[in-house]
């Protein structure tokens, strides 16, 4: 008797690192069912305890649970998610986007046009409907810290534009940039296995930039598609309780100044950028301690 021949997989595995996650969860998957017409499996790889909401999509069928082991971090988790995928196609996503409908399939007929794209990433919007800076240039140290010294006094610098990426004559344009943001990510199973997945190391932030300045290196694109459009409602509990955010932001910056930098000759580099972002920690942490007791 012939054997039945294996299970075709799903064009798309989705894989979504959740950590005590709320009622964003919820929106997440039902939106992804409006987002899509192709095939599907919704991977959640749990970061923290016991989840109500989680249990209910596990229950409905809508979700496969993975356990994590802990909080092992972002790039950790989605690598562990992504683990023996057959699908062609991989997305990361945050749990708190919302897809509007089409906007998968809108990712996934830009990465048929350009077989060279090893990540693509949609057009995302904050609550209030303005447009977030989710395309970058890969930041040489002076852009960078140009970038970061100035954006918040006058975010309109010329530093800031050339590091996002912005196209004011055709803002709606696919294009190829340096990196793309990690609140979602449509990647080539292939490119992405190709890079060995995100870098471990990064427990938080810096993760994505990371993984797109590889693909770069190994001749992948990454590429923003301005026609997909998520909205990203931040974190409640980011708001709240900034300053662990604010020292694993910047212990992933000084990592990834480490790595970029890591040459002998540019340890003066390495030195004086990791004490400005040690400086830079230390008033964030002091002004959001000021801002949480008035």
Known sequence: MPSAPPPVPPAVRVVCVVFNPGPELEAFARSLRTATSESYELVLVNNGGPSAVVQQLVDEGAARL???????GYGRAANIGARGSASPWLVVANPDVVWEPGSLDALLDAAARRPTAGSLGPRILNEDGTV???ARAVPSLWLGAGHALLVRVWPSNPLSRRYRRENPAD???????????????????EAFEAVSGFDNGYFMFFEDLDL???????????????????THIQGASWKRTPEPMIRAHHASARRYVRRRYRRWFEAPVRWVAVLGLRVREQLEVAGARRATRS
């Not at 993975?66 to 092992?72: D, L």
């Open 132 to 134: 977030y800076p989710s």
């Open 212 to 230: 797109g300045e590889r693909l770069g290196r190994a001749g992948w694109e990454n590429v923003v598609v301005p026609s997909a459009t998520v």
């Open 66 to 72: 993975v356990e994590s082991g802990g909080n092992v």
């Open 171 to 189: 803002p709606g344009a696919e294009r190829a940039v340096g990196w793309l943001s990690g609140a979602l990510l449509l990647l080539r199973r």
